[in-house]
C-alpha cells in the first residue's frame, strides 16, 4: 500500500480548476488497476503523470475521453471525473462517451493519421459533426494547422496522403486533428515516444504554446519532459496517485520517498 | 571437421526439400499449361464472331455461345449483386458489432464450414426453396440467388479478413475525435477494407462462374435459342425485371452439352466454350490482383 496524499486546495495555486478526479478505480475485468485517484487539473496548464511501466498512467489518462468504453469488461468506479464548470460526471452513465470526445480529444503515443490526405485528416473531427459550410471547415483546417505549427510545411500538399509526412510531421498533423475542434482538454499519451529528438523539442514547444488555450494532460515515460512541459506532475505507483504536486516541487523536493526514487533514477 | 560434415549433412536436406517442393509446384502448372494447350489447340479455329453471336444449333459449324455468355454474366450480375451487400454487411456484423458469445461462435463455425459444403447441396436447397417454395421458377433469378449463396461465405470470410488488418490505433483515432460507430465503419473501415473486400467478391464469383452442378438441379436448360428480355423498354418506366423470370443457360451447361455429343465436331465447340469460359476466369482474377493492388498502393499504416 502506497501512502497517498490528498491533494491541498494550495497545490493548484490559485490556478481555476478544469477537471475534478475524485476517488476513481477502474477494473479490467476483475483485476483493479486505478486505486481511489484524487486529483485535480488545472485549466490552461500542463499536468504530467509519471510512473514506471505498468503504474496506470495511461489508464488514467484514457478515463478522461472513456476510451474503455469502446472494450468489453471495463468499468469505472467512484465519484468519477467532474468537468468543470458545470460540474458534470463525464464517467455518468448519463453521458454519452461520444459527447465526452467531442469536448477531449486525444493524442495518441504512434502518430496515427487516417489513410487519407492531411486536409482530412484534420477536417474529419469537424465532418463527423456534419453541418459544416466548406469554407468554415477550410478556415478551421488552417487554424488547426498553424496550431499544430505545421502549416507552412504543409501548405502546398494538403491534398497528398498524411503518411507521406515525416514522423514528427506526423504526429503534429494528429495534434491539428486533436485540435480543429477547439477541445477543452487535450489528453498526449506519451506523445514522444516515437520520435527523434527534434522531432521531440518540436511538439514539446508545442505543447507550452497550446497551454495558454487549452488545457493540457500529458502521460511521459521521460522524467525530463515532464519537467521541462508541466506544470503541476502526479507521480504514479501500481495503480495509485502517489504525489501531486507543482512540478517544481516534485523535482526538487518531493514529499514521498518513493517519488524521490523514482526521481533519482533508482527505480523504475 | 565434424562441423563441415554436420553442416553438409543438414545442407543436403534442404536441396532434397527445395527439390520436392519444386516438382511438387510443377506438377500443377504443367497440368494447367497441357490443359490450357489442348483446349486451345482444339477450340481456336471455331473461335470466331460468328461462335459468339449464335445461338445453339444442330449444325456443329452454325452454332454458337451467345445464348449461354450472355446467360453466364446475367446470372453472374444478380450473383454479385445479391451477395455483395448480404456479404459485406454480415461480415461487418461479426467483426464490428456482434457480441462474442457462444452463439456468434456457432455462427463463424458455421459460415466455415458452408464454405465447404458442395455445391450440389445448394442447388438442392435452392430446388426446394427458390423453385417451389417462393414459386420463383426456373429462372435467371434464381440461379443468381443460388450462386449467391453459393459464394456467400466467401465475401464473408474475405470481409472479415480485411476488416482485421485495418489497425487499431485507426479505430481509436476516428474515436477520439467523436465519431459513431456507424461513422467509424463508414469512413474508415469500408473504405481502407474495400480491396481486399472486392477481391474476395471477384474470387467469389470466379468459382460461381464454373459451377453446373447446382444449376442443372434448378433447371437450366441446355438448348436455347432466345435471349432474356431487354432490361429497358421503351414504354414507362422505360425499366423491365422480366429478364430475371427468363430461362437461361450458362457456359459449363453448354460445354457439357457438346462434349457429351458423339460427334467429333461438337467437342470442339466445347473447347471453344471452355476456352471462352476460362478466358472470363482469368480476366477475373486478373483484375482481382489489380485492384488489390491499386488499394495497398493507396493505403498505408
New interface residues.
Given amino acids: 500500500m502506497v501512502e497517498t496524499l490528498n491533494v491541498s486546495p494550495d497545490v493548484l495555486a490559485g490556478a481555476a480548476v478544469k477537471a475534478r478526479v475524485q476517488d476513481l478505480s477502474f477494473y479490467y475485468g476483475t483485476h483493479r488497476v486505478l486505486k481511489n485517484i484524487t486529483l485535480s487539473v488545472a485549466e490552461k496548464k500542463v499536468t504530467a503523470l509519471i510512473g514506471p511501466s505498468g503504474c496506470g498512467k495511461t489508464t488514467l489518462l484514457r478515463c478522461f475521453?472513456r476510451?474503455h468504453d469502446?472494450y468489453?469488461g471495463n468499468r469505472y468506479d467512484g465519484g468519477g471525473i467532474r468537468l468543470l464548470p458545470e460540474n458534470t460526471n463525464i464517467l455518468g452513465a448519463d453521458v454519452d462517451p461520444?459527447?465526452v470526445?467531442?469536448r477531449i480529444?486525444?493524442v495518441?503515443q504512434?502518430a496515427?493519421?487516417?489513410?487519407k490526405t492531411v486536409f482530412e485528416n484534420v477536417a474529419?473531427?469537424l465532418?463527423?459533426?456534419g453541418d459544416l459550410k466548406k469554407s468554415d471547415i477550410n478556415e478551421r483546417v488552417e487554424q488547426a494547422l498553424r496550431g499544430a505549427a505545421l502549416w507552412d510545411e504543409v501548405k502546398d500538399r494538403l491534398h497528398s496522403?498524411g503518411?507521406n509526412l515525416s514522423g514528427g510531421q506526423q504526429q503534429r498533423l494528429?495534434i491539428a486533428?486533436?485540435l480543429v475542434?477547439d477541445p477543452e482538454i487535450i489528453l498526449f499519451d506519451e506523445p514522444t515516444s516515437a520520435l527523434d529528438p527534434i522531432a521531440t523539442g518540436k511538439v514539446e514547444e508545442l505543447v507550452a504554446e497550446l497551454k495558454t488555450r487549452v488545457t493540457i494532460l500529458i502521460v511521459t515515460h521521460n522524467m525530463q519532459q515532464a519537467a521541462r512541459v508541466s506544470d503541476f506532475t502526479g507521480f504514479m505507483y501500481i495503480g495509485e496517485l502517489a504525489e501531486f504536486d507543482r512540478t517544481e516541487k516534485i523535482f526538487t523536493n518531493p514529499s514521498n520517498k518513493l517519488t524521490e526514487d523514482y526521481i533519482t533514477g533508482r527505480f523504475g | 571437421m565434424k562441423i563441415r560434415k554436420d553442416i553438409a549433412q543438414r545442407k543436403r536436406t534442404d536441396k532434397v526439400f527445395s527439390l520436392v517442393g519444386l516438382i511438387a509446384t510443377l506438377v500443377g502448372i504443367v497440368t494447367l499449361l497441357a490443359l490450357m494447350i489442348d483446349l486451345a489447340w482444339d477450340g481456336t479455329a471455331r473461335l470466331n464472331w460468328n461462335f459468339f453471336t449464335a445461338f445453339p444449333s444442330r449444325f456443329p459449324d452454325k452454332a454458337g455461345i451467345l445464348s449461354a455468355w450472355v446467360g453466364t454474366g446475367v446470372v453472374m450480375f444478380v450473383t454479385a449483386l445479391a451477395a455483395v451487400p448480404m456479404g459485406v454487411a454480415a461480415g461487418v456484423y461479426l467483426e464490428e458489432y456482434a457480441?462474442?458469445n457462444v452463439m456468434t461462435t456457432l455462427i463463424e463455425i458455421n459460415i466455415a464450414n458452408l464454405a465447404g459444403v458442395p455445391s450440389i447441396v445448394y442447388g438442392l436447397m435452392a430446388l426446394g426453396l427458390f423453385v417451389y417454395k417462393f414459386q420463383f421458377g426456373m429462372s435467371i433469378l434464381t440461379a443468381g440467388l443460388t450462386l449467391a449463396l453459393l459464394i456467400l461465405p466467401i465475401v464473408i470470410m474475405a470481409t472479415r479478413e480485411a476488416i482485421r488488418t485495418i489497425?487499431g490505433?485507426?479505430?481509436?483515432?476516428?474515436?477520439?475525435?467523436?465519431?459513431?460507430k456507424w461513422?467509424m465503419i463508414r469512413?474508415?473501415i469500408l473504405p481502407?477494407s474495400a480491396g481486399g473486400i472486392l477481391t474476395g467478391v471477384i474470387i467469389g464469383l470466379s468459382r460461381a462462374i464454373g459451377e453446373s452442378a447446382p444449376l442443372i438441379t434448378i433447371g437450366a436448360l441446355t438448348f436455347i435459342a432466345f435471349l432474356p428480355a431487354s432490361p429497358f423498354t421503351g414504354t414507362f418506366p422505360f425499366l423491365s425485371f422480366e429478364w430475371l423470370k427468363s430461362p437461361y443457360t450458362v457456359l459449363p451447361i453448354q460445354a457439357f452439352n457438346w462434349v457429351s455429343r458423339p460427334q467429333k465436331a461438337f467437342h470442339l465447340n466445347a473447347a471453344a466454350a471452355g476456352l471462352t469460359l476460362m478466358a472470363m476466369t482469368l480476366a477475373m482474377n486478373g483484375a482481382a490482383i489489380w485492384i488489390r493492388y491499386r488499394f495497398r498502393k493507396?493505403?498505408?499504416?
Fill in positions: 475521453n476510451m469502446l468489453p461520444i459527447e470526445r467531442m480529444s486525444m495518441f504512434k496515427n493519421p487516417f489513410p474529419y473531427g465532418r463527423v459533426r496522403l503518411a494528429c486533428r486533436a475542434t | 457480441p462474442k489497425p490505433s485507426i479505430r481509436e483515432a476516428a474515436f477520439a475525435v467523436g465519431a459513431t461513422q469512413h474508415h481502407y493507396r493505403i498505408k499504416w
